[in-house]
């Protein structure tokens, strides 16, 4: 795709990142083939090839308005068209660019401006994300319906750790809403590693990953997020730790991505690349290992919900699914398991209709095989197909902890 000057954008570092990736797109229309919106609302604005128009011409100097800030918004940062382009076009980062120019042109209403201000003020600090579900539980009947279902969800109860002296070790991430969500998936992971000789470690100094910050246009935030965790983790890997372990496949994705984020950060980039290289998402590191030793006791039949930043982001489509068959889980088929199920971070707050729609669908695919169990990979999924099916929903790691023998 041509261009011309890239004239919205200063730097020209990312003048020339922006540019590359719009000339790798070849106007093919694959990826409408598989994005969630297009594939709902059928607009071609509301389809990455769409979108990429509305970002290059913003990018070139005519002005955005409201319309560009709608359909951008309505991009759920899937990146399933990623998967799908021949061409390799890097589409979220150029989403993230055009975000970040946007909010400079086009003004929000006051009501959204405050939901953006406030999701950034308090979804990645850990204890104003437990004051305010606290709060939220208490005042559920006041609560927008969307909202009630999603505060509705039990969460899964923190158990014991194993704190034997490993020779190996691993860092993990607790995260900002997880440890209140469902404070029990870090513990499965730690005892089922644990199972496997590798010890379990993680930094109180560590926050957010930054994701939801950086993905709703308050960059710097979001920057300045992945620099304490650099810092907070560093020493850790100084000290021998192997890896930086993720539960929430989010995450695992936003710091797999620290180094490309920060590349043009002297002081922060070699060792953003660094930390961003040790990083695995959970599944990663178990299909690494051998697995011979756990002899799960398996009842029931599981449908796995493959998290978008999973397979799409990640590249790590099928890992979850291939686990747990060859630990000898019975899973059951889903169609169309490419899909966003509609939570996409903050998403499910700031559109919750198309949320809504998405994520019915994504429930009917789940339950059509008649699961005993639903299992996902990702916080922000799990609590979202929770609110919406009776089918018990749970990370795969829960459950194969409960699976295997003490």
């Known amino acids: 795709m041509q261009t011309l000057p890239l ?3 200063i730097d020209p570092a990312q003048q020339q990142e922006a540019e590359a990736i719009i000339r790798s797109c070849v106007h093919c229309g694959f990826c409408n083939a598989t994005c969630p919106t297009y594939q709902l609302l059928g607009d071609e604005r509301d389809g ?3 979108r990429i128009y509305l970002i290059k011409q913003m990018l070139e100097g005519t002005k955005a308005t409201v319309k560009t800030q709608k359909h951008l918004d309505r991009c759920l940062t899937c990146r399933a068209c990623e998967t799908t382009c021949p061409s390799g076009v890097a589409y979220g980062r150029l989403l993230d660019i055009g975000r970040e120019v946007l909010e400079q042109q086009v003004r929000r209403s006051l009501l959204a401006s405050v939901k953006h201000k406030t999701l950034c003020f308090i979804l990645p600090y850990r ?10 539980q208490f005042f559920k009947l006041l609560m927008p319906e969307y909202i009630r279902r999603k505060i509705a969800v039990t969460s899964s109860a923190s158990r014991a750790r194993p704190y034997h002296a490993f020779r190996r ?3 993990i991430l607790d995260g900002c ?3 209140t969500l469902a404070p029990g998936i870090n513990d499965a992971a730690a005892r089922v590693l644990g199972k496997l000789g590798i010890g379990v470690v993680s930094s109180p100094a560590a926050g957010c990953c930054g994701a939801l910050s950086y993905h709703l246009s308050a960059t710097k935030d979001g920057l300045d997020f992945m620099r304490h965790n650099i810092d907070a ?5 100084d000290q021998g730790v192997e890896a930086i372990i993720m539960t929430a496949s989010g995450c695992g994705l936003m710091v797999k991505e620290y180094g490309k984020l920060l590349k043009h950060d002297a002081i922060y980039r070699s060792n953003a690349e660094r930390i961003a290289s040790a990083t695995k998402d959970i599944a990663e590191l178990l299909a690494a290992e051998d697995l011979s030793s756990l002899k799960p006791v398996i009842a029931g039949t599981v449908a796995v919900q493959s998290p978008c930043t999973l397979q799409h982001g990640q590249k790590l489509t099928g890992t979850v699914e291939t686990l747990l068959r060859h630990l000898g889980f019975d899973l059951t088929a889903v169609a169309d398991s490419h899909l966003c199920c509609g939570s ?6 700031l559109q919750p209709e198309i949320s809504s729609r998405l994520l019915l669908d994504k429930v009917k695919a789940l339950e059509c095989g008649h699961p005993d169990m639903i299992v996902t990979a990702n916080i922000g999924c ?3 197909l929770q609110s919406m099916t009776a089918i018990p929903v749970r990370h795969w790691i829960e459950v194969l902890d409960e699976a295997l023998p003490d």
């Open 7 to 9: 004239v919205s954008l």
């Open 127 to 136: 204890q104003r994300f437990a004051v305010l579900f606290r709060f939220a």
């Open 169 to 171: 070790q691993v860092l």
């Open 382 to 384: 799990l609590t979202h």
């Open 344 to 349: 996409a971070g903050a998403y499910s707050l």
């Open 177 to 179: 809403v997880q440890p």
């Open 233 to 237: 983790w560093l020493p850790y890997l």
């Open 48 to 50: 990455p090839r769409g």
